[in-house]
């Protein structure tokens, strides 16, 4: 597929039938939110979710794990399988549901950047262009239409014609409601098109978007005025923004990917389970079966170092549970480490650039 000119692509592929001979069909790169959301969709319509995960080396307890990673082929086959047994229990939507419950909170550091970027239009750049830390299944880029329209282009990463609608349904809802999260409940798109026919729950469509619908349309996009991207955002925090930014660029690879080496995810894997701990890299290096000395240069290898590892996987879960609203300051302090609760703050506001309490009244 060529690019259109004037797109400003944040992708690395376009389209391709699935082979297992592509690289990129076998490569574990996608965080498994996607398949969490169409399970909790299952469990609340009585929907039984065994067999979906037949054959693919998954179990229900790993897919909550958000450093576990899926390649395109274990995701495709898993919605498939999911997509069959909701449409048989009478849940044809299943993208548009499980897109009305996005929430910029739910993006993590991602939902934090942009919250805090200085205009709508920085803050949606940033989403498209780490859209993948999210689970996306598809490729995004941003392009300019005419005078008076911006477009958010979503492009399969594989021929696979039976999930480009879920996948569509899910992003554009999603990105549609935390848009208006970001802006305001006034805005709406002025034109949402889509490559494929239109399916029987069109109105959901129309409900949601409130505005033109077309399908069988060339390209999957969301149109917006080109007036919403100079609207100010209320959290603007340039040194926060910078901050979460650069978190989130260390989940990708130099090549635009996000997919880890196996000793970085190995060690993310291991903090996450013991951050009241305070692990040190000897406590990890002797958990993986490895000396200090080969832990420290396989990391070197992997462009990477244990400290900068260590304060992103407390971020994230510090503000994991910032938002969930449920600890005080200095429980979640000890969350993550931390039994004095002015450490936990000066350490926090060194890696997001605002205090704690600032955080929680953001993400409310």
Known sequence: ?????????????????????????????????????????????????????????????QIADPALRVSYRQASLFVHRALTALAAAGVPDAGLRIGREGTIGGFGLLGLAMMTSRTFGEAMLAGIAHHKICGCLLDLAFEPVDGHAVAMVALPLFDDASLLPFFCEELFASSTLIARELVGAELRPLRVELAYPRPEHADGYAQLFGCELRFDAPRCRLLIGREWLAHPLPGYNPLTAKQALALC??????????PHQEIVAAVERLLRGLLRQQPTLTDVARTLNLSERSLRRRLTESGRVFREIHDRVRAERALQLLQAGTLSVAEIGGEVGYSDPREFRRAFKRWTGMAPQEARRAAA
């Not at 490569?27 to 498994?32: C, I, K, L, R, V």
């Not at 660029?249 to 996000?258: C, F, I, L, P, W």
């Open 1 to 61: 597929m060529a690019r259109p000119a004037g797109m400003i692509g944040f992708h690395s592929s376009a389209h391709a039938a699935p082979a297992m001979d592509d690289p990129r069909y076998t490569a574990a790169e996608f965080p498994t939110n996607k398949l969490l959301y169409l399970t909790q969709l299952a469990d609340g319509c009585g929907v039984d979710t065994r067999s979906w995960f037949g054959g693919l080396a998954l179990n229900r307890a």
């Open 249 to 258: 660029a260390q989940q990708r690879t130099a090549d635009g990917g996000e």
